[in-house]
């Protein structure tokens, strides 16, 4: 699947393409939605702090003991409440 979306890739580039890299106060409003056991949790982490500094409106939402992928959290017990701040935050 990456080949389709970056082509021939190498670690270096999909390092390079990570929005990490291009974030800046001019971004809209950001709703990010984690889980704990997602072996991408930390770097989401590190993405809300790049928010946070730059500037930019943001909410994190963070399913304790959630794996990677929102089609995994239908039966975990944090992904209704997940839900609701989703739909609260977007209303705001």
């Known amino acids: 699947m990456l ?3 970056f082509g021939k890739w190498t670690l270096k580039a999909l390092q390079e393409a990570s929005p ?3 974030v800046s106060n001019s971004l ?3 709703l990010l939605i984690q889980g704990t056991k997602d072996q991408l949790y930390p770097g989401t982490i ?3 702090k790049v928010l946070s500094k730059a ?3 943001h909410k994190l939402i963070v399913l304790k003991g959630a794996p990677h992928g929102m089609e995994n959290w239908v039966d975990h ?3 209704l409440r997940s839900l609701n701040d989703a ?6």
Not at 87 to 92: E, G, K, N, Q, S
């Open 3 to 5: 080949d389709r979306i």
């Open 20 to 22: 990490i890299h291009y």
């Open 28 to 30: 809209p409003p950001m």
């Open 46 to 48: 590190d993405y809300e």
């Open 55 to 57: 500037g930019v409106a």
């Open 77 to 79: 017990p944090e992904w």
């Open 87 to 92: 739909a609260a935050w977007l209303a705001h």
